[in-house]
């Protein structure tokens, strides 16, 4: 009985690890790249609130350095235009994204869930106010 326990025990365990391991995180290379960003909703303790921002798209390099940009007419049938632009360096720790603008903003996006085109952040005020940034490969 005490061998089936410990058995069970570790087949747990290792049954843990293999089932949070591979979507807890992001990893340097999965940020590497041109994402175009989106604010699609906020949350104020605890209420709903619809954001409507500007598009942005952030310019991420192997060497942790990069652009932020602020555009118009990203996603209709005019060209994009780029109304604000500024140097960034960032950092990846697994379950952040930690960018520093070039003017001093520095943005904690804690990690919540991705797939092959899109990761999506949060960015917290407090512990009960948030936004939802979804970042989307370019294309």
Known sequence: MKTFKLLLGIFFTLF????????DSINQNDIVGVWMVNTTEGYYQGTNI??????QRYIFNKDGTGTYQTLINAQ????????YQENITWKNTGNKLIVNREKGDKIEYVFVEKSSEYMKYNVYSSPDSYNIYVFQKAK
């Open 50 to 55: 619809p954001v409507d921002a500007l598009p």
């Open 16 to 23: 843990l690890f293999y089932a949070c391991s591979e979507d």
């Open 76 to 83: 209709q049938s005019e060209p994009e235009k780029v109304v």
